[in-house]
């Protein structure tokens, strides 16, 4: 059984581009959620997909999207990056009906 | 909306010793879940331990246990003897309970635990 993989694990991009961070849900795992946690503080729920569709949003711009697909895994998108997109983005992937998230190691994103 | 609060930043522990980690919380929910999980240096969160409410009683996991107060909304972590390998920051986290589909996490600040020889 593989766990939850993110990629890339470190980016570098300049104010005002998109960048793409990639997510692989463990195998047998069906919800893919996305957290951003900035330096010293706790993860911030951005949102979940399930079965390809959004299903539930923090409180985050629309500037922040994603997409699930058919093999559950996951991309979450940001447009026109700003300084305080800096951080880490953690991808979790779970079961329907089970508490229990799996996290990835994060993807460290730097916008300069 | 629910809130999470951890109010000790840092905490520091010798080895074998036992520290307790402090989490509260606020929300109109009756039936959730609690967590406890752990982020090392190597950044991936790790489930140490989870309570569902509707449970009186404490969950516990080897050297890891929980005092859940329902009614003073209070869910702290015991960590008995202590090793190296605790060193981390820890994270508390509450999750509303839905039906047919996972539900969002709501994270605390988190507390940094040092080991100490």
């Known amino acids: 059984e593989t766990g939850v993989t993110q990629s890339p694990t470190h980016l570098i991009k300049t104010r005002g581009q998109q960048v793409t961070l990639r997510c692989s849900s463990q195998s047998g795992h069906n919800t893919v959620s996305w957290y951003q946690q900035a330096l010293g503080q706790g993860p911030q729920f951005i949102f979940q997909y399930y079965r390809e569709e959004e299903n539930g949003r923090g409180n985050f711009p629309p500037r922040f999207s994603g997409l699930q697909f058919p093999n559950y895994s996951s991309e979450l998108n940001v447009n026109a990056l700003e300084l305080d997109d800096s951080a880490l983005y953690l991808c979790a992937s779970s079961r329907t009906g089970n508490t229990e998230a799996f996290f990835g190691q994060g993807t460290r994103l730097t916008v300069v | 909306a629910q809130t999470v609060t951890q109010s000790q930043p840092e905490m520091s522990v010798q080895e074998a010793e036992t520290v307790t980690l402090s989490c509260t919380y606020d929300?109109?929910?009756?039936?959730?879940?609690l967590f406890w999980y752990k982020q090392p240096p190597s950044r991936q969160m790790i489930l140490v331990i989870r309570q569902e409410a509707y449970k009186q009683q404490n969950a516990t996991e080897n050297r890891f246990s929980v005092n859940f107060q329902k009614a003073a909304k209070s869910f702290s972590l015991k960590i008995s003897d202590s090793q190296l390998g605790d060193t981390a920051m820890y994270f508390c986290a509450f999750m509303k309970l839905h039906t047919g589909t996972a539900s969002k996490l709501t994270f605390g600040t988190g507390t940094r635990l040092q080991v100490t020889l």
């Open positions: 929300t109109s929910e009756s039936n959730y879940y």
